[in-house]
C-alpha cells in the first residue's frame, strides 16, 4: 500500500531536539513514517514505506555515516527503493531526502541544514516548498508547534491529493520524555480524523497542560483555598471546613485530585500552583 505522505524531518538548532511531523489520507501514518532518536537522528519513510529504513537509518547514524552513506547502504539492501521516499536529519543537522523515480506524482523533496521536507501524490511542488518557507520563518515559535506550522502549511497548500485522515507528531531530546527516563518527548497521534492535523494542536496543547514542569509556581489566595475546598468536598476527598487555609488536609485531598487529573508533573506539593493548572481545574470544576 502506498503512503502517500507530506512530512518534514528537522532539527531545533537551539535545543538540538530532533523531530517528525507528518500527515495523509492514510491510516495511522504515525504507525508506519516517524522515527527518531535523541542525539542520532529522525527519519520519515514513506511511498511504499520500508519501516526497516527507521531503525536501519538511525543505527547507520549512531555509527557515524553521514546521510548520502544512509542512502548509499538502502541502495545496496532495498530492491524496491525506485518506489520509496525518504527524509531524514542527523544530530549534527545533515539533511537529505530521497525520492524515488518510480513514485506517484507529484512527489519531490528538498533538503537543507537542519531540515528535510517530502512528499507523494501531493497536489503539487507547493505543498514542499510551503512546509519549507513556514518551518523557516518561524523560527522563535517553540519547535514541536513549529512543525504543526509547517505540516499545516503543506496542508493548505493542497497537502495530499486524495484529501486528509491522520497525521502524527514525533520529537525526541536528551532526558525530556517522561520522568525523564527517556528521550520520546512528544509522541502524539490523530489516526482517523476529518482534520487531523487541526486535532494534533489540541493534543499538543493537552500534552504540555499534563506533561511540562511550570517554571513559575504562586501561593493560592485565601478565596483560591475555599474554592479548592470545596471543590475537594464536592468530590468526596476532603471531609474538612471550608475555611480558606491550606492544611495538611487540604494538601492530601488536593494530591488526590492532582492524580485524579494526571496533573503531578505540575505539582510539588504545598499551597503553591502554577496558572495554567489552576485555569484548568477552575474551568473544569467551576465551583463556588
Known sequence: MVVATFSL???????????????SKFLAVGSVVPF?????????TQSY?????????????EQGASPEGVLEAFQRTDPGLERRQFGLVSARGEALTFTGGECHPWAGGR?????????????????????VET????????????????????????????GKQSAALLVVGEGKGYGGLWDRY?????????????ELFRLLS??????????????????????????????????GEVHGEFDEATERAFLALIGMENLEERYQG?????????SYLKRRYPWS
Not at 533538503?111 to 512546509?131: C, F
Not at 514542569?213 to 476532603?238: D, H, I, M
Not at 504545598?270 to 489552576?278: F, I, R, W
Open 270 to 278: 504545598g499551597p503553591e500552583v502554577d496558572e495554567a493548572t489552576l
Open 186 to 198: 512528544i509522541d502524539l497521534r490523530a489516526d482517523d480524523h476529518p482534520e487531523p492535523v487541526e
Open 36 to 44: 527518531a532518536r535523541a542525539g542520532v537522528g529522525a527519519i520519515a
Open 135 to 162: 518551518f523557516l520563518q518561524e523560527e522563535r515559535v517553540p519547535f514541536p508547534e513549529r512543525l504543526l506550522l509547517a505540516l499545516k502549511a503543506g496542508e493548505e497548500a493542497g497537502g495530499d491529493k486524495r
Open 9 to 23: 524531518v528537522a532539527q531545533d538548532p537551539e535545543t538540538g531536539d530532533l523531530g517528525v511531523a507528518v500527515a
Open 206 to 239: 493537552l500534552h504540555r497542560l499534563l506533561f511540562e514542569r511550570p517554571k513559575e509556581r504562586r501561593p493560592l489566595a485565601p478565596e483560591e483555598v475555599r474554592w479548592l475546598q470545596g471543590v475537594l468536598r464536592s468530590l468526596g476527598l476532603y471531609a
Open 49 to 61: 514505506a520500508n519501516p526497516r529504513f527507521g531503525p536501519q537509518g538511525l543505527a547507520l547514524l
Open 111 to 131: 533538503a537543507g541544514k537542519g531540515l528535510a521536507a517530502q512528499g507523494n501524490l501531493l497536489a503539487g511542488p507547493r505543498v514542499v516548498e510551503a512546509m
